[in-house]
């Protein structure tokens, strides 16, 4: 028996019936299939998903930004900063971390974090914060822009619920949509701003460092 003798045997509300189960039972295939690669692209391009993010805060604010900011300690030393904003208090060192869906707790002078999994299986990770100060300081020595002008940020994907035990003002790891309020309450400490034409003087200093 042919498709077309089978549908003429059928009433509409069973064919109704059959396409509506096809059509149920390929969305969920696509579903199934869609999660991963969601998952897998979200960790490929997340530095360039967290550039939107900053990006966003830095044109709300009028802020500066260099992204990939690549220099040389020595002939054979070199250190990546993801993003550094320049606000109207502060520079922003910003170091892009992507761990899954799960949870980071520890404590932030550990040299450990335990990192969750969304099934509750735990691991312990280098602490992402201790990269991030030998970040500050070696950009410190090489600029002589003043530490204490300097916030290191470790960003985190959405779906990792960051928990880390710190007492600092100065080191900070959040989630990626916490970061605008992060900047907000640091950016409101009752300091003076820095002088415009320092900040741009300092922008142009790292744009003249900075690796290709």
Excluded at 109 to 121: A, C, E, F, P, R
């Amino acid at each position: 028996m042919c498709l077309n003798d089978l549908l003429f045997l059928l009433d509409s509300t069973q064919i109704t019936f059959i396409v509506i189960v096809s059509i149920i039972g390929f969305l969920l295939l696509l579903t199934i299939i869609a999660i991963p690669v969601i998952a897998y692209v979200r960790k490929k391009k997340y530095r360039e998903l967290s550039y939107y993010k900053i990006r966003d805060v830095v044109l709300n604010n009028d802020y500066y930004l260099i992204n990939n900011f690549k220099f040389k300690i020595d002939d054979k030393t070199s250190y990546i900063v993801d993003h550094i904003i320049g606000g109207d208090k502060y520079f922003y060192i910003i170091s892009d971390y992507y761990f899954g869906s799960g949870s980071l707790t520890g404590n932030i002078n550990d040299q450990s974090l335990i990192y969750t999994n969304k099934k509750g299986k735990k691991k312990y990770t280098d602490n992402p914060i201790t990269l991030n100060k030998k970040l500050l300081s070696k950009l410190a020595n090489v600029t002589g822009i003043d530490p204490s002008l300097m916030i290191g940020i470790v960003l985190v994907n959405n779906s990792c619920f960051v928990n880390i035990v710190s007492e600092s003002k100065q080191f900070y790891a959040i989630e990626k949509k916490k970061l605008d309020p992060l900047v907000r309450a640091i950016e409101s400490r009752n300091i003076a701003p820095i002088n415009e034409e320092e900040l741009a003087s300092a922008f142009k200093t790292l744009q003249r460092i900075k690796l290709k």
